[in-house]
């Protein structure tokens, strides 16, 4: 597999910026609807980062005075049932998607690369026996895995960020393995080992940087379903545990009823993930676009 | 083609053995079952009592021995009893399947007769404003929560006729079968959809592109029978695989959504079951679902022989 030469793809696309700040701008004309989708993450990581800055109420004070208060110049998003501030939960609550989304998408991929470098670089039963555990895994659908996953490791954040990552691995891997069976066959490849070189040198050194395109495009694709699986889990009430403001969580505390009375309650939080995952995605399908032309839309 | 048929078959054997393995353990990790968490509930009781019930669910028995004889009761039909209702699993379990399974059915059949449509639309007018629309409508199915969908669709239903459509198990008129089945499938029909559209999409620019495309235009076939008969004819495969793959994952989405509309299904009984630590439901029926999944796999790959005349599967 040739890596792409971008400079040469640059100067096709008609682009005369070779360097910094005017190539980035160049992508973010060409690539609009990815651009949006970046400056929604950033705004996502900023709130994260900053949550104690911006909310205006402790996200897990309650004040049952004004439980369940309509959307006001107080409360702009309302309260709820234990009279929490809606707006400071939801900019908390950027924190654990993010958290949950970075670190389970983080961890299932490193294993899944692990998995898939060795199962593809070995071959031989090493390989079919990774094979037969990725299919095992991938018998199973996303959420159902995790939720088994979580209600056998108990619910607590590092154990929803494990119970999401594990359904991943087998993902990764399959990418990954397929990637190092043709890699191996290159002819650099070959030239390293002529010249005396061992195998995991030549399997961290060589095979392994030529992934990364498709790894970054995979992880990032796979960002926005880690959320969402955070928020389905939490919303069913095993993900993660009270009080923490979970978006997913915050839409479980009987949705349906407050359906009714409390519209708000079920609106902002589930814009927030919405938002967050549409971001997401809009900045991996352009992703995708800049560092895999193979796949291009 | 009998002997792939054979083989794939051995294969898909051996994954569900995997599988049961995973699930049977997975579950025991944990120290702590079911009559700990009764007996924790209920204060200090005597320990003799404790292990007469631990004997009596045999769970006093070593995990190898427990596993073997769910095996083996589930190569007889026997699936165990429910600890929480204390009927048998397999009369807890079949009742529930036929509404999760019609709602499945409606779901795929909006999914598909939805997404196709579009994503050649899509794929006909690249690059244009409706292409453009429809792409970013697609993305936003990917990102939208379904439970979040069906809970908006209770808000409609209250700003409408002011109450929130409740499942009816019998429904009579033609208004309370739309709300039971059509809504919450319809929920879970728009992320799937989207999948569908995409798909159909890169399939059908894939196609496009080809010469025979160019030859069918240059000896005078309209617009529509290129489009439709010469195009989508070769692009529909991998659509099928994923609407096919989709037909047992969206299981996913029915977890949540029917919860959020509760319907009495297999998938809200899944949540409840696990809630409980109800071992026995929970391990039948994880094994349910890993079965329709790898059934439907084995169908699309199939269903690909039948579809593409090409495609003959020797060794």
């Given at each position: 597999?040739?890596?792409?030469?971008?400079?040469?793809?640059?100067?096709?696309?008609?682009?005369?910026?070779?360097?910094?700040?005017?190539?980035?701008?160049?992508?973010?004309?060409?690539?609009?609807?990815?651009?949006?989708?970046?400056?929604?993450?950033?705004?996502?990581?900023?709130?994260?980062?900053?949550?104690?800055?911006?909310?205006?109420?402790?996200?897990?004070?309650?004040?049952?005075?004004?439980?369940?208060?309509?959307?006001?110049?107080?409360?702009?998003?309302?309260?709820?049932?234990?009279?929490?501030?809606?707006?400071?939960?939801?900019?908390?609550?950027?924190?654990?998607?993010?958290?949950?989304?970075?670190?389970?998408?983080?961890?299932?991929?490193?294993?899944?690369?692990?998995?898939?470098?060795?199962?593809?670089?070995?071959?031989?039963?090493?390989?079919?026996?990774?094979?037969?555990?990725?299919?095992?895994?991938?018998?199973?659908?996303?959420?159902?895995?995790?939720?088994?996953?979580?209600?056998?490791?108990?619910?607590?954040?590092?154990?929803?960020?494990?119970?999401?990552?594990?359904?991943?691995?087998?993902?990764?891997?399959?990418?990954?393995?397929?990637?190092?069976?043709?890699?191996?066959?290159?002819?650099?490849?070959?030239?390293?080992?002529?010249?005396?070189?061992?195998?995991?040198?030549?399997?961290?050194?060589?095979?392994?940087?030529?992934?990364?395109?498709?790894?970054?495009?995979?992880?990032?694709?796979?960002?926005?379903?880690?959320?969402?699986?955070?928020?389905?889990?939490?919303?069913?009430?095993?993900?993660?545990?009270?009080?923490?403001?979970?978006?997913?969580?915050?839409?479980?505390?009987?949705?349906a009823e407050?359906v009714r009375?409390?519209?708000?309650?079920?609106?902002?939080?589930?814009?927030?993930?919405?938002?967050?995952?549409?971001?997401?995605?809009?900045?991996?399908?352009?992703?995708?676009?800049?560092?895999?032309?193979?796949?291009?839309? | 083609?009998?002997?792939?048929?054979?083989?794939?078959?051995?294969?898909?054997?051996?994954?569900?053995?995997?599988?049961?393995?995973?699930?049977?353990?997975?579950?025991?990790?944990?120290?702590?079952?079911?009559?700990?968490?009764?007996?924790?509930?209920?204060?200090?009781?005597?320990?003799?009592?404790?292990?007469?019930?631990?004997?009596?669910?045999?769970?006093?028995?070593?995990?190898?021995?427990?596993?073997?004889?769910?095996?083996?009761?589930?190569?007889?039909?026997?699936?165990?009893?429910?600890?929480?209702?204390?009927?048998?699993?397999?009369?807890?379990?079949?009742?529930?399947?036929?509404?999760?399974?019609?709602?499945?059915?409606?779901?795929?059949?909006?999914?598909?007769?939805?997404?196709?449509?579009?994503?050649?639309?899509?794929?006909?007018?690249?690059?244009?404003?409706?292409?453009?629309?429809?792409?970013?409508?697609?993305?936003?199915?990917?990102?939208?929560?379904?439970?979040?969908?069906g809970l908006?669709i209770l808000m409609a239903g209250v700003a409408?006729f002011g109450n929130i459509p409740i499942f009816?198990?019998?429904?009579?008129?033609?208004?309370?079968?739309?709300s039971?089945?059509?809504l919450?499938?319809?929920?879970?029909?728009?992320?799937?959809?989207?999948?569908?559209?995409?798909?159909?999409?890169?399939?059908?620019?894939?196609?496009?592109?080809?010469?025979?495309?160019?030859?069918?235009?240059?000896?005078?076939?309209?617009?529509?029978?290129?489009?439709?008969?010469?195009?989508?004819?070769?692009?529909?495969?991998?659509?099928?695989?994923?609407?096919?793959?989709?037909?047992?994952?969206?299981?996913?989405?029915?977890?949540?959504?029917?919860?959020v509309f509760n319907?009495?299904?297999?998938?809200?009984?899944?949540?409840?079951?696990?809630?409980?630590?109800?071992?026995?439901?929970?391990?039948?029926?994880?094994?349910?679902?890993?079965?329709?999944?790898?059934?439907?796999?084995?169908?699309?790959?199939?269903?690909?022989?039948?579809?593409?005349?090409?495609?003959?599967?020797?060794?």
């Open positions: 597999m040739a890596t792409v030469n971008y400079d040469i793809e640059l100067e096709r696309a008609g682009a005369k910026a070779p360097h910094g700040w005017r190539r980035l701008a160049f992508y973010a004309r060409r690539y609009i609807l990815g651009t949006v989708g970046l400056a929604i993450l950033a705004v996502l990581v900023l709130t994260a980062l900053f949550a104690d800055l911006i909310a205006r109420y402790d996200p897990l004070s309650i004040d049952s005075a004004h439980a369940l208060a309509h959307p006001s110049v107080q409360h702009w998003m309302g309260t709820d049932s234990f009279g929490r501030d809606v707006l400071s939960r939801i900019i908390h609550g950027a924190r654990i998607s993010l958290a949950v989304g970075i670190g389970s998408t983080a961890l299932g991929s490193m294993i899944g690369v692990i998995i898939g470098l060795t199962s593809g670089y070995l071959a031989g039963w090493v390989d079919l026996v990774f094979q037969r555990v990725t299919d095992i895994l991938q018998s199973l659908p996303l959420l159902v895995l995790a939720l088994v996953m979580t209600a056998a490791l108990g619910a607590s954040l590092p154990n929803v960020i494990i119970a999401i990552a594990i359904p991943l691995i087998p993902i990764v891997a399959r990418v990954i393995r397929a990637n190092t069976l043709a890699l191996r066959e290159q002819p650099f490849v070959e030239a390293a080992k002529s010249i005396g070189m061992s195998e995991t040198r030549i399997a961290l050194r060589h095979v392994l940087p030529n992934t990364l395109a498709p790894l970054i495009v995979l992880a990032t694709a796979q960002l926005g379903s880690t959320i969402l699986t955070e928020a389905s889990l939490s919303f069913l009430g095993l993900g993660i545990p009270e009080p923490y403001p979970s978006w997913g969580r915050m839409l479980s505390e009987s949705a407050y009375t409390a519209p708000w309650l079920v609106i902002f939080p589930g814009i927030a993930i919405s938002a967050s995952v549409f971001g997401t995605n809009l900045f991996g399908d352009a992703l995708r676009d800049i560092l895999d032309p193979r796949q291009r839309s | 083609m009998f002997a792939y048929i054979v083989r794939r078959l051995a294969l898909m054997l051996v994954t569900l053995f995997g599988i049961s393995i995973v699930i049977f353990f997975l579950l025991r990790v944990l120290p702590g079952n079911i009559v700990d968490i009764l007996f924790d509930a209920a204060g200090f009781v005597d320990p003799a009592d404790k292990a007469n019930l631990e004997r009596d669910l045999g769970i006093d028995q070593p995990l190898v021995v427990q596993y073997l004889r769910w095996i083996g009761g589930l190569l007889h039909g026997d699936l165990g009893y429910s600890y929480v209702s204390e009927k048998p699993a397999l009369e807890e379990i079949l009742p529930r399947i036929p509404i999760t399974a019609r709602l499945a059915g409606l779901a795929l059949l909006f999914s598909a007769s939805i997404g196709i449509p579009l994503g050649v639309i899509s794929a006909v007018y690249q690059g244009s404003r409706i292409d453009y629309i429809l792409r970013v409508v697609s993305l936003s199915g990917l990102s939208l929560p379904s439970f979040w969908l908006l409408l009816n198990p019998n429904p009579k008129t033609l208004g309370e079968m739309f039971t089945y059509c919450p499938s319809l929920a879970v029909a728009f992320r799937s959809s989207a999948l569908t559209m995409r798909i159909t999409r890169s399939s059908m620019l894939e196609v496009l592109r080809q010469d025979y495309i160019r030859t069918a235009r240059a000896k005078g076939a309209s617009e529509a029978s290129v489009n439709f008969h010469h195009a989508l004819q070769n692009a529909i495969l991998p659509v099928i695989t994923v609407v096919g793959i989709e037909a047992a994952f969206l299981i996913g989405g029915l977890i949540v959504t029917e919860t319907v009495p299904g297999v998938a809200r009984f899944l949540v409840e079951a696990i809630r409980w630590r109800d071992y026995p439901i929970v391990q039948n029926l994880v094994m349910f679902i890993a079965v329709v999944v790898v059934i439907a796999n084995f169908t699309v790959d199939m269903l690909y022989a039948v579809f593409d005349p090409r495609i003959r599967y020797t060794d």
